[in-house]
C-alpha cells in the first residue's frame, strides 16, 4: 500500500484555514444575498394573472427557497469553523 500524500495541518494552520473558509462563507452568503434581491425586484414586477407571469412566480419561488437554503448551509458552516476554532484554542494548540 502506497503511502499517503494527505498533509496534516499544524494546529495554527487549522486555525488560519478554518478562519479563510469563513470568509469564504461569508463572501458566499453576500453573493446569494445580492441574487436574492434580484430576484425579489423581478418578483415585484411580474404582477400579472396570466399563465406565463404565474409560472414565473412560481419559478422565482423555488429559486429563492434555493438561495435561502443555500444561505442557512453557509451560515451553519460557519458557527461549526468558529466551535472548530475554540476547540483548538481550548487544548491549547493555538501554535504559539
Not at 434555493?66 to 461549526?80: F, Q, S
Request: net charge positive; aromatic share 8%.
Amino acid at each position: 500500500m502506497a503511502p499517503s500524500t494527505a498533509r496534516c495541518y499544524t494546529p495554527q494552520e487549522s486555525i488560519i484555514r478554518y478562519q479563510q473558509f469563513i470568509e469564504t462563507s461569508k463572501e458566499r452568503i453576500a453573493e446569494d444575498e445580492k441574487i436574492l434581491r434580484e430576484y425579489d425586484v423581478e418578483m415585484r414586477r411580474t404582477v400579472g394573472n396570466d399563465p406565463a407571469s404565474v409560472r414565473r412566480r412560481t419559478e422565482l419561488r423555488i429559486i429563492k427557497k434555493h438561495y435561502n437554503d443555500e444561505i442557512d448551509a453557509n451560515k451553519a458552516k460557519i458557527v461549526d469553523y468558529y466551535r472548530k476554532i475554540q476547540e483548538l484554542k481550548a487544548h491549547g494548540k493555538e501554535g504559539r
